[in-house]
C-alpha cells in the first residue's frame, strides 16, 4: 500500500461547484501538506498541518479550505473556483516539521476548473 | 528567504552518457537540501537529502548530490543515463521552519 494516498485522481468541476480533495497517509507522521503544481511555476505550498493544528496558510484564497480532522487525513474543500485554479493538488506528510525531514508525496489530483 | 534555482528547464543526454542537473540555492544559514523525481502523471519521490553530514550523498536509482556551500550548490548526477530516468527533477531547500522551498524543475529527456 502506498504511504501517501489522494483521491480522486482526476476531478473536473465547474465554477459554482463544491468539491472536496482527499489524502490520507498511512506512514504515523505528524505533519502534512497541500501544494499546488501549476505548469512551468515552482510548487507553491498552500497549508501546513502539523499534529492536527494549522501552522501555515501561505496567503491562500478562501475559495480553498483545508481540514484536518486526525493526523492521518486531510482534506481541500473547494468552492466557487476559478479557471487559473486548474492545476495538480499535491498532498505531502513528514514525520514532523523538523528541519531535516523529508516529505513524502501522494500522487495527486489532477483538478481542472471548467 | 530562501529560494532555489535550478539552471537549465530542460536536459537532454544519450543514454548511457553523464547526468547533470544544476541546483544553487540561497540561504543565510546552511540548509538541508533535498531532490526529488516525478513521473508523469505521480507525485514527488525522494531521490536523496543533504543533512549536514557527508556532503557527497548518495541516494536512490545511482543518483548522488554533492554539496558545495562555497558555490552554494547541490548538482545531481548520475554516471551512465537509463531510458528509465527520464523524468522531471527537482531541487528542494529547507532550513528553519517548516517550509520546503522547490525549484522550477528541470525535464530530463534520455536519447536511445
Known amino acids: 500500500e502506498t504511504g501517501v494516498t489522494q483521491t480522486p485522481r482526476h476531478l473536473v468541476m465547474g465554477m459554482t461547484n463544491k468539491k472536496s480533495l482527499k489524502c490520507e497517509q498511512h506512514l504515523g507522521h505528524n505533519a502534512m501538506y497541500w501544494y499546488k503544481q501549476s505548469a512551468k511555476k515552482p510548487l507553491e505550498l498552500m497549508f501546513v498541518y502539523n499534529f492536527k493544528e494549522q501552522t501555515e496558510n501561505n496567503s491562500v484564497p478562501s475559495r480553498f479550505s483545508p481540514e484536518c480532522p486526525n493526523s492521518s487525513h486531510l482534506f481541500l474543500h473547494l468552492h466557487t473556483l476559478q479557471p487559473e485554479d486548474s492545476a495538480l493538488y499535491l498532498c505531502?506528510?513528514?514525520?514532523?516539521?523538523?528541519?531535516?525531514?523529508?516529505?513524502?508525496f501522494g500522487q495527486g489530483t489532477r483538478l481542472t476548473v471548467v | 528567504a530562501q529560494s532555489v534555482t535550478q539552471l537549465g528547464s530542460h536536459v537532454s543526454v544519450s543514454e548511457g552518457a553523464l547526468v547533470l542537473l544544476r541546483c544553487n540555492y540561497s540561504?543565510?544559514?546552511?540548509?538541508?537540501l533535498f531532490w526529488y523525481v516525478q513521473y508523469p502523471n505521480q507525485g514527488l519521490q525522494l531521490l536523496l537529502k543533504?543533512?549536514?553530514?557527508?556532503?557527497l550523498v548518495k541516494g536512490i536509482n545511482g543518483f548522488e548530490a554533492e554539496f558545495k556551500k562555497s558555490e552554494t550548490s547541490f548538482h545531481l548526477t548520475k554516471p551512465s543515463a537509463h531510458m528509465s530516468d527520464a523524468a522531471e527533477y527537482f531541487c528542494a531547500v529547507k532550513n528553519t521552519g517548516n517550509q520546503f522551498y522547490f525549484g522550477t524543475g528541470t525535464s530530463l529527456t534520455v536519447i536511445p
Open positions: 540561504s543565510s544559514v546552511p540548509p538541508y
Open positions: 543533504y543533512t549536514s553530514a557527508a556532503t
Open positions: 505531502a506528510s513528514s514525520q514532523d516539521i523538523a528541519d531535516n525531514t523529508e516529505a513524502f
